[in-house]
């Protein structure tokens, strides 16, 4: 990806208000927060989170964690319900995130939820991000500021180690600490369900619910971070690399040329990436058998292309 300047941007006032405007305009700004430094886009803005797999070099979109400054600002983008509400009183701000379903109108990017009804939400506690989010008044996406596969940073020096010319800025505030990844709960069914330990022990939340915390099942739909992944693919057949359409197929294009719907009419992968789920939905709503034109095998056309190897892979 083009190279540019990082900024290193002060835990100040100015500092923080400069990270909001950067991410505001679409742009990566790294954060601190008190489990590990976060890569941070506007989660309603699905070019800037798109840029954020090809930061990290992620290699497939998978769920990403929307950051909001209180459990009043995240009843704006999932369906709240009494066990939320008990568990964030509990541990918000902190290192726990909730997976509930989206609500209606809520705006966020299909690429944060890789194209799921369900959305994690986090309130973080630590001041810097609090400040920071609350500038922007809005859901930031945020998985670790590292190179994909590589250790999670705890301080900006990691972050600019791994990442430096391939974002905005770096909010720096020091080490984080609790140093690990927050703990998720699934929230989306009839039980509780750990879907991944992190900095907030299990026993803990048990405690507070007063029951233990159900097992995954392999076949629950839910998803995030940290899982293997339960992929949406569409109810009828799709195939690959399709120059054409045949008869009685629908056509998702990618550059210039007749289709039904495209992913970027000027070959741009970041809108491409930024598109494909919710094109996927609208052609699958339709019923019909979908065609795909080749999408190039490189930057996020490998994340594009193995989303859609999954969407068209034989099901039972």
């Known amino acids: 990806m083009p190279q540019q300047s990082t900024e290193i941007l002060a835990a100040t006032a100015s500092g923080i208000a400069r990270a909001a405007r950067l991410l505001q305009a679409g742009q990566l700004v790294s954060f601190p927060t008190e489990t590990v430094y976060g890569l941070g886009a506007d989660a309603r803005q699905g070019k800037a989170v798109a840029a954020i797999y090809e930061a990290k070099g992620r290699p497939s979109f998978n769920p990403l964690i929307a950051h909001v400054h209180s459990a009043e600002a995240a009843r704006r983008y999932v369906q709240w319900n009494d066990v ?99 703990t998720i709960i699934g929230l989306a069914g009839p039980d509780p369900l750990l879907l991944r330990p992190g900095g907030l022990a299990a026993e803990e939340i048990e405690a507070v619910l007063g029951r233990k915390l159900a097992e995954r099942d392999v076949h ?46 000027s070959g741009d992968l970041a809108e491409a990436a930024a598109n494909l789920f919710g094109q996927l939905h609208q052609l699958d709503a339709l019923g019909k058998p979908i065609a795909v034109a080749p999408i190039p095998m490189r930057g996020l056309g490998e994340a594009i292309n193995d989303r859609l190897r999954r969407a068209a892979a034989p099901r039972d």
Not at 88 to 117: K, N, Y
Not at 154 to 169: C, M, N, S, Y
Not at 236 to 246: C, D, G, H
Request: proline letters at 12%.
């Open 84 to 182: 939320a509400e008990q568990l964030a009183a509990a541990f918000w701000p902190g290192p726990m995130t909730l997976v509930l379903p989206l609500r209606a109108g809520h705006g966020i990017s299909p690429l944060v939820t890789a194209g799921l009804e369900t959305l994690g939400v986090r309130v973080p506690a630590h001041p810097a991000a609090q400040v920071l989010l609350r500038e922007l008044d809005g859901p930031v996406a945020a998985p670790s500021a590292n190179p994909s596969g590589k250790i999670s940073p705890t301080t900006a020096a990691h972050v600019k180690a791994g990442l430096d010319g391939r974002i905005a800025a770096i909010l720096d505030d020091g080490a984080c600490g609790v140093g690990l990844e927050s």
């Open 220 to 265: 629950d739909p839910l998803t995030a971070p940290g899982q293997l992944l339960s992929h949406y693919a569409p109810g009828a057949p799709v195939r690959l690399n399709a120059e054409a359409p045949r008869d009685g197929e629908l056509y998702l294009g990618f550059g210039p040329g007749p289709c039904d719907l495209n992913l970027s009419e």
